[in-house]
């Protein structure tokens, strides 16, 4: 049932422009064209008028003006996300956080930092280098760290560092009725009362919106190093995967990529791969001698899993370049097929049931005759299929497949989202996977969001 909203009046725009200036609200059609779809496949979703907040009690007062008056708030990053979380469905508010994009306070004795939520992670990078710090969860793109937390974003170093709820301490939220409030502590050790924190985490602006954060920080890695393993089959592959991560070594970084995507990559980037399935790793140590010892034990195990090839670097361009062309497989393969479009799956399970999964998922694309490429964080269980389609027919065939994957990683244990977030896509999925608990969490939403505002239309089917 569509909810109840009203709405965005002259009156109300009236009242934004007093709430937040002139200059930072915009009911050109050219802006609210550019913020009514993400980078996922969802249908683009038309706001009445853009917000750009410059301070947390812009949020709040905006929040509270929408919550007297039933008009649906969105929030927006920077449009990264693949599941449509900030399209606007039903219209409204769009508070766009691109100009709430600096850090607040630098803490390099705790190894902390307090930023604005628009920041991108890979501009805040550059600037805490200086330090010899960084933020380590790196979804590739450069995503804000609102929406990474809204998100509960991963990438390639989650094996090691942790997702973004894994590298937050502390955070500012704006609630429905205009409320701040800050929950969690720049106290590593937190044990007062209810973790409020992790329940905004990965909320995707549904139950508040994130207007402020303190991060956990990681000195720079003294030595690193990059590892590339090819592989005659996937079997082979991702079992390995499951024996580095059963070692006791501590990879940095563990990704999958397939034979297509090493050929893709081979010939846009010019990486030195051949085209057989393939590991990327990256080890950090304080000491070269660990680095060494580590780097001899992962030779070892891929030579006994079968590797046709192993190939360990420590040069700094040499690791950079393999990781950028990693990072940038997507929009290489978009470039490389202008004919297509692509639906990516986002799945996750155990790292025992990852060899299982990547099975299916290979009998799946055989038994449909569907073409899809497979790269993933494998080192957390994580995979993303990748299904190209140029019409209707062709995109309705991935996404039978992608739900049979989906339904397949819940029955071994896992998710049906390891890191894009739940959004649009995902929502259907929400009664298999979570049961009862997810009437606990419509409870959760009733309760801090009465009226529904807090960026409609996501999480929940229906």
């Known amino acids: 049932m569509t909810p109840p909203f009203n709405p965005v009046t002259a009156q109300i725009i009236d009242h934004l422009r007093q709430i937040v200036g002139a200059e930072n609200l915009s009911t050109a059609q050219a802006d609210i064209d550019l913020h009514a779809r993400d980078q996922s496949q969802h249908r683009a979703s038309p706001a009445e008028v853009v917000v750009w907040p410059a301070a947390p009690q812009h949020v709040a007062d905006t929040l509270k003006l929408a919550n007297e008056h039933r008009l649906p708030v969105t929030p927006w990053g920077v449009g990264t996300g693949l599941e449509g979380s900030s399209i606007p469905l039903f219209g409204g508010i769009l508070l766009s956080f691109e100009r709430m994009n600096q850090i607040v306070e630098l803490h390099a004795d705790d190894f902390q930092v307090t930023v604005q939520p628009g920041i991108g992670h890979k501009d805040l990078n550059a600037q805490l280098a200086r330090h010899g710090l960084f933020f380590p969860p790196d979804p590739g793109a450069n995503a804000t760290v609102g929406g990474m937390l809204a998100n509960n974003a991963a990438g390639i170093r989650t094996v090691r560092y942790g997702a973004s709820k894994d590298n937050v301490l502390r955070m500012q939220v704006a609630l429905a009725d205009g409320r701040l409030i800050h929950v969690g502590s720049r106290s590593v050790k937190q044990s007062a009362g209810y973790d409020l924190l992790h329940l905004f985490v990965g909320s995707e602006g549904t139950l508040g919106i994130i207007t402020e954060a303190t991060l956990k ?20 592959a991702v079992e390995t995967v499951v024996a580095v991560r059963g070692s006791g070594l501590d990879p940095a970084a563990l990704e999958f990529i397939d034979a297509a995507h090493c050929r893709m990559l081979s010939s846009a980037e010019g990486v030195d791969l051949t085209e057989n399935p393939t590991l990327f790793m990256e080890f950090h140590a304080a000491q070269q001698s660990t680095l060494s010892a580590g780097l001899e034990i992962v030779r070892q195990i891929c030579e006994e899993m079968g590797a046709l090839n192993f190939r360990a670097t420590t040069d700094t361009a040499e690791r950079k370049r393999l990781w950028h062309a990693r990072h940038h497989s997507y929009e290489i393969m978009v470039r490389m097929h202008p004919d297509k479009q692509f639906f990516i799956n986002d799945v996750a399970v155990p790292i025992s049931a990852y060899p299982e999964l990547i099975g299916f998922v290979e009998q799946i694309r055989a038994e449909r005759n569907i073409p899809s490429t497979m790269i993933g964080h494998a080192g957390d269980g994580n995979i993303h ?37 739940v959004g649009i896509g995902k929502a259907k999925y929400m009664p298999v996977e979570h049961g009862p608990a997810l009437d606990v969490m419509r409870s959760i939403k009733q309760t801090l969001d009465p009226n529904g505002i807090l960026n409609p239309g996501k999480i929940f089917p229906g």
Request: charge should be negative; avoid cysteine.
């Open 385 to 421: 299929v990748e299904f190209p389609f140029a019409n209707d027919a062709e995109y309705q065939q991935a996404m039978d497949a992608n739900g049979a994957i989906v339904l397949k990683a819940l029955e071994l244990g896992g998710t049906s989202t390891g890191e894009h977030g």
């Open 217 to 236: 920080l990681i000195p720079v890695p003294e030595h690193m190093s990059a590892v590339v393993a090819a592989f005659p089959t996937v079997k082979a």
